[in-house]
């Protein structure tokens, strides 16, 4: 069963976040960057308090911080302004601005605004670089916000030049520890390569004895301006468009490969990923990660009977859906139901391609999901478990079933910036995580309360 659009009018508890929340993650993955909604104070206030809550760091978001009057009059001497005062007191590299609601609303012409902004202060010292994004919230997802901002960056930033053994990683949003791995794996290849955003470090910092406005971290400038001399572009991502994505601009400006693949959680895609590594650099997969993979087969067969025929629910962003499904698959585990807010009109497809040799049957999956809908379609498909943010704590409360919490945003837990997700490790961390939610699930519903498997 398939079914691409809920039957409902308005959206009651949506499953995604707002597009220029993605677009100011995907600037805080960016060296020296402060991002900028171009809108009103609230949507800043908003994103920061709903970030904080998830990476438990500091972020600061500026905000041209429009009243009604500017909603008549247009926003561009408080965009000025604004970018004259972020420019003072933080001395960036670069701001990222990315427009709200009010501002695609009302039309305001933000590059016209910059270049307006760029005329007023030539010759001035110390004004760092600009990059606008076109995010309004009312038009997609959180992810496409993100993914767009990637393309903005790649499309006013990368240059070309000779050709270098340089490869671009363009991971989309995962976790900082995430981030973090993809970072270990790609050098253990001996590759020279540039992840494009990277928020290892910029959104899970160590402690500092003095606060630092703009956190340490995040991918170079200079090396975002050189992806255009890259050998090779690696993007994670099922459900992109085929038609415009970061990797395909640097495939049709400066001519570099690009690689297209699913988000690698799981056995099947990971093993993907780590064939295209060893095919870029000409190198065996090293033996530590051959081991990892051999240690969580190995972790499979010992928790099959465990897992084996339970049925869960996936939800959130498309393409860790898609990774997710893959991995509740192949460990044995039906998944019956996967939905999403976002509305590519690929994520069946993806599914299909990354299960059809697995499932017998495909999940029921939907897009433009909304919570209320997911929860109706719950008490009849009877699940054993929910894999997904937060959000859906209510509905696993009341169906008293486990909740696995992946993805973002993760509210009630500390640590949802350190949960693996990719790779035969993150796979390994899953596993463990799924299996053991069931054992004591099993556990406490005995009235026995048995303590040896």
């Known amino acids: 069963m398939k079914k691409s659009h809920p039957n409902y009018i308005s959206t009651t508890n949506a499953c995604k976040l707002c597009r220029p929340l993605g677009a100011c993650?995907?600037?805080?993955?960016i060296e020296g960057a402060v991002p900028y909604l171009h809108g009103s104070q609230g949507c800043a206030t908003y994103m920061r308090r709903y970030i904080i809550s998830h990476y438990n760091e500091p972020i600061d978001i500026a905000s041209s911080s429009l009243s009604e009057k500017n909603a008549i009059y247009g926003g561009g001497p408080n965009l000025k302004l604004g970018l004259t005062n972020v420019a003072a007191k933080y001395r960036p590299a670069l701001i990222g601005i990315a427009t709200t609601c009010l501002t695609e609303t009302i039309g305001d012409d933000v590059a016209r605004y910059l270049h307006e902004y760029a005329k007023d202060t030539e010759g001035s010292e110390g004004l760092p670089e600009f990059i606008h994004v076109s995010s309004p919230s009312y038009s997609g997802t959180h992810m496409e916000g993100f993914h767009g901002t990637v393309e903005a960056v790649i499309e006013q930033r990368a240059k070309g030049g000779p050709c270098t053994e340089t490869v671009n990683i363009l991971p989309g949003f995962v976790s900082s520890a995430d981030y973090r791995l993809l970072h270990?794996?790609?050098?253990?290849?001996?590759?020279?390569?540039?992840?494009?955003?990277?928020?290892?470090?910029?959104m899970d910092g160590p402690a500092l004895l003095d606060y630092e406005k703009i956190a340490p971290g995040g991918t170079p400038l200079a090396a975002i301006g050189a992806m255009g001399c890259s050998q090779a572009t690696i993007e994670f991502g099922r459900t992109l468009s085929t038609a415009r994505s970061g990797g395909l601009i640097l495939q049709k400006k400066f001519k570099v490969n690009h690689h297209r693949l699913g988000l690698?959680?799981?056995?099947?895609?990971?093993?993907?990923?780590?064939?295209?590594?060893s095919q870029l650099s000409k190198q065996p997969i090293p033996e530590k990660y051959q081991k990892e993979r051999g240690r969580l087969v190995d972790s499979y067969v010992d928790g099959h009977k465990y897992v084996f025929g339970k049925k869960v629910i996936v939800y959130g962003e498309e393409d860790l859906v898609v990774g997710l499904t893959a991995f509740l698959a192949e460990i044995g585990i039906v998944p019956v139901l996967c939905a999403s807010g976002g509305t590519s009109g690929k994520l069946a497809a993806a599914i299909a391609a990354v299960t059809g040799d697995i499932?017998?049957?495909?999940?029921?999956?939907?897009?433009?999901?909304?919570?209320?809908?997911?929860?109706?379609?719950?008490e009849s498909l009877e699940p054993d478990l929910l894999v997904g943010h937060s959000k859906g704590y209510p509905l696993a409360r009341k169906l008293k079933i486990p909740l696995i919490r992946v993805g973002f945003p993760i509210h009630d837990r500390?640590?949802?910036?350190?949960?693996?997700?990719?790779?035969?490790?993150?796979?390994?961390?899953?596993?463990?995580?799924?299996?053991?939610?069931?054992?004591?699930?099993?556990?406490?519903?005995?009235?026995?309360?048995?303590?040896?498997?």
């Open 25 to 29: 993650l995907a600037f805080k993955g």
């Open 184 to 202: 270990e794996i790609v050098a253990d290849f001996g590759l020279n390569y540039t992840m494009l955003p990277d928020l290892s470090e910029t």
């Open 264 to 277: 690698p959680i799981g056995i099947e895609e990971s093993d993907r990923f780590f064939a295209l590594l």
């Open 359 to 378: 499932l017998a049957e495909q999940p029921d999956v939907h897009e433009g999901a909304d919570f209320f809908d997911i929860a109706e379609l719950a």
């Open 414 to 453: 500390v640590g949802g910036q350190r949960i693996l997700h990719l790779s035969y490790s993150g796979a390994q961390q899953l596993f463990d995580t799924v299996t053991n939610a069931l054992i004591a699930k099993k556990q406490d519903d005995s009235s026995v309360g048995y303590s040896y498997m």
